[in-house]
Each structure stands twice: as C-alpha cells, then as structure tokens.
C-alpha cells in the first residue's frame, strides 16, 4: 500500500485560501486515482476532489467546483489541493488517499490507502 501524510492545514478565514500537501511513498501509477476526501464533526466522510493516474479525469465535489484545484507533482511525489474562496461548511479534516480504481465514486468504501489527516478550521 502506497503510504500518504498530509501537511498544510490550519485556520483560514472565511473567503481566504489555503493549500493542502500530500505525499506519497511511491507514485505515477496510471491504474488508480488518488485525492482528497473531508470529514467535518458528526457527518460521513465524503469525496472532495480525485484526479486520474492519467491525469485525463477529474472529479470535484459540486460544493467545491470553481472553488477548489486539484494537482500532481510528480517529480515530488506530490497531490495538492488549491482551496480558494474557503467557506464555513468546508471545515473539517481533510485526507488524501488512494483509490481501489481511476474513476473512484466519491465514497470512501472506494479508497484504500488513507493518510492520518490534517484539520482545517474556518473562522468568520
């Protein structure tokens, strides 16, 4: 299993950005996607944003469409998440992780390498 940790949460105010890290222990597999999925207190995890191993598909939640960019570096072995126009209901902990296939559902039962998270808290 590919091996994730996550960096660059924090606090943010509401309509700030904030940029989300995620390093893998090995990359540039073109059989699975990898991405960001959020949990806030008291709800389900849920899908955020996924690129492709290709790089040819991209799935955003549509609460984060047009707010949030999803990209590789694959020379760092890097999946960031650009997250702009931070919005209250964003809050949570964020995790990036690896899915099972290249075009996930963005559902968690779809995923199976899980980084230990980072909390992004939002203030008004």
């Known amino acids: 299993q590919v091996q994730l940790v996550e960096s660059g949460g924090g606090s943010v105010q509401a309509g700030g950005s904030l940029r989300l890290s995620c390093s893998a222990s090995e990359f540039c597999s073109t059989y699975y996607a990898i991405g960001w999925l959020r949990q806030a207190p008291g709800k389900k995890r849920e899908g955020v944003a996924f690129l492709s191993g290709s790089d040819e598909w991209t799935y955003y939640s549509p609460s984060v469409k047009g707010r949030f960019t999803i990209s590789k570096d694959r020379n760092k072995k890097m999946v960031n998440l650009q997250m702009d126009g931070v919005k209250s209901e964003d809050a949570g902990v964020y995790y990036c992780?690896?899915?099972?296939?290249?075009?996930?559902?963005?559902?968690?039962?779809?995923?199976?390498?899980w980084g230990p998270g980072t909390q992004v808290t939002v203030s008004s």
């Open positions: 992780a690896a899915a099972f296939s290249d075009h996930p559902d963005p559902d968690e039962r779809d995923f199976h390498s």
